[in-house]
């Protein structure tokens, strides 16, 4: 099928949560993890980075069930917006076209129920909120700066490459053998990745990845939840992970929504970047120490919600697990 043209989508800018309980999401988000409050409501938190400029990198909104409402990317021009609408109609996906002020901070933006199941959302305008990178004095938790990246669980990893191919993203790394792509890492703005795909029953999402500029940062907010008794919301890591060689830790939030705090990866931006290619027996792809993934890691993840806020249906995994086929601690 020939596709209209993508739009040009600049990065990863900021998702949707609902949650179950606000004022918990609240006491994890802001208190111990450090976000600042850009607007609140009665039942949604607008939160972002230190060194985010734009008004959110995650927004929580109080809901009967926890799930992934949307993840949103920037454009470039308000032209894209446009283009968004004509791709997304061309796979014969739901779009809707909402007004500025229905979200904060951004202006008029486009929806679309992805053909991976996802809903995803488009803006250019933006307003600038104030700038907090150097007010040192205000930072907590983690200090996270940004939004990096979206992590989603999908049946078909190559479907999923495929469809990002033709929105435009270049290819980082990947995780495969000679059969299969069990995993891959894909980007707009110059890092290794804006969205990755891991494979398992989807459409669901995996994790949100928010950036922090030191390792000690990682290791500070582990420091905190083991003084404040709440180690068991500590899932993985601190480590090194061998794709893209970012320092980590994975938490879950008080829904059980995964968060990473992810620092020190590199530049992707030169014309035909070379891909990085994991062997899936390879222990190091997932954990450049060796260290085991934990089940839960691979197992479990959020729902995704549709246009309307409806739990999407899962689809069970078309390839082989790579914990199966790999060489990960827990399957040796
Ligand atoms: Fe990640």
Redesign the pocket.
């Known amino acids: 099928m020939e596709l209209p043209p993508p739009p040009d989508i600049v990065r990863a800018a900021y998702a949707e949560l609902t949650v179950t309980d606000l004022e918990a999401s609240r006491r994890f988000w802001v208190d111990l993890l450090g976000f600042v409050v850009s607007s609140q409501t009665p039942d949604t938190l607008h939160l972002r980075g230190y060194d985010e400029l734009i008004h959110q990198n995650l927004i929580l909104r109080a809901g009967p069930v926890p799930g992934a409402a949307r993840l949103a990317y920037r454009v470039r021009t308000p032209g894209d917006l446009d283009r968004a609408e004509a791709f997304f109609a061309a796979l014969g996906t739901r779009t809707a076209r909402l007004p500025a002020g229905v979200t904060p901070g951004v202006g008029e933006t486009v929806r679309a129920e992805d053909p991976l199941g996802f809903t995803v959302e488009f803006f250019h305008h933006a307003h600038y909120a104030e700038r907090l990178q150097q007010r040192y004095d205000l930072r907590r938790g983690a200090e996270p700066a940004r939004m990096d ?1 979206f ?1 989603i669980v999908v049946p078909d990893v190559r479907a999923a490459y495929e469809h990002y191919t033709h929105l435009g993203f270049g290819l980082s790394e990947t995780i495969e053998d000679e059969q299969e792509l069990y995993a891959a890492w894909m980007f707009r703005k110059p890092t290794v990745h804006d969205v ?1 795909f891991t494979g398992g029953e989807g459409p669901r999402l995996h ?1 949100l ?1 928010f950036f922090a500029h030191e390792s000690h940062q990682v290791l500070r907010i582990c420091d905190i939840l083991g003084s404040l008794n709440q180690e068991s919301q500590i899932e993985r890591g601190p480590g090194r992970h061998g794709v893209s060689n970012a320092f ?1 830790v994975y938490l879950r939030d008080p829904d059980g929504h995964r968060v ?1 705090i ?1 620092t020190s990866d590199y530049y992707t931006g030169d014309p035909g970047h070379p891909v990085l290619r994991w062997s899936v027996r390879d222990p190091r792809r997932r954990d450049f120490w060796g260290h085991p993934v934990v089940p839960s890691w691979y197992t479990e993840a959020s729902t995704v919600l549709d246009l309307d806020g409806n739990p999407r249906p899962l689809l069970s995994e078309k390839q082989p697990a790579e914990i199966v086929v790999g060489a990960d601690g827990f399957t040796r």
Do not use: L, M, P
Request: avoid cysteine.
């Open positions: 990246h992590n990755a994790h990845g980590y990473e992810y």
